[in-house]
């Protein structure tokens, strides 16, 4: 008894149907062990022996087993006293974020409000211009923002990407027989936003609260300029001391105890390195699962007009 493959649309499958298919289930196999694969290595050489790090041992699983690596990352105080900071900036960037890109997509949503035209192009122009690091700088320093954590939370603050994809959500996914009703029912303008839309766009909400935030935790650049408190460093700069700490290290005048318990250290640093990577991205990935069935519905529905 012979079996008949239907396609998706509902028809008997063609052989040109049959090798389309077969191509891109190969290019997902393809894909994924090339997303998977540095993810598995990065944790494998993050627990392996510092010394079949070095000597490039590891492939993809474990060589030996040690937590030496993540011990001296934890015991360095640095690192918390970074996570503190990060998690203040990553959480007041977000709120920021989402107070001034929400009620900016409104304003480019209602078309009937006075100078819709002017605030779009307005907010347009930001996407091709951009003042530059130097004026920005300078700013920064004549509002006396400078070794204060506002510039990191206020420089990106809002996003025209952001704003489209917010927008397009409210065009798309609520209807704007919804909001005609609300104003003939005598509904103002602010208590159509924040009674209707704002409980109707938690998806987007969450798309753009969940860029915001991995944005404000993976910042790197914006500290070191305008930060000079080492107090103040979020994570990813402390990681960054950390990386290169130990590199201009003197061996000559050395003992050969002190002699071994350097090169112990330079090995050491390699599994550090990776066991870093794990250590800034584990608060992203647990915090991406919750938001993982809002991320999708808001991406999809926000990004299928422009």
Known sequence: MKIKMLSGRGRLASKDDLAVDTAVLLLTIVTLIIVVYPLIFVLSASVSEPLSVVRGEVRLLPVGFTLEGYGRILEYKPVWRGYANTIVYTV????????????????????????????????????????????????????????????????????????????????????????????????????????????????????????????????????LIYLSDPTKYPLQVHLRNILIMGETTDFMGSDADELADMVRLRQLRESMKYGLIVVSALPMLCVYPFLQRFFMKGIMMGSVKG
């Open 92 to 223: 007041c960037g977000t709120i920021v974020s989402l107070v001034a890109t929400i009620p900016g997509a409104y304003v480019l949503f209602r078309r009937e409000i006075r100078g819709h035209g002017f605030f779009t192009t307005y907010f347009a122009i930001t996407m091709f211009f951009n003042a530059g690091l130097v004026p920005t700088y300078l700013a920064v320093q004549s509002y006396g923002m400078l070794d204060t954590m506002w510039p990191l939370i206020l420089d990106g603050a809002v996003s025209m990407s952001h704003l489209i994809v917010v927008r397009t959500y409210f065009n798309t996914s609520i209807p704007k027989d919804l909001s005609e009703a609300a104003f003939i029912d005598g509904c103002s303008d602010f208590r159509l936003f924040f009674e209707i839309m704002l409980p109707l766009a938690k998806p987007v909400i969450a798309v753009i609260a969940l860029y915001a935030a991995v944005a404000q935790w993976n910042s790197y650049f914006k500290p």
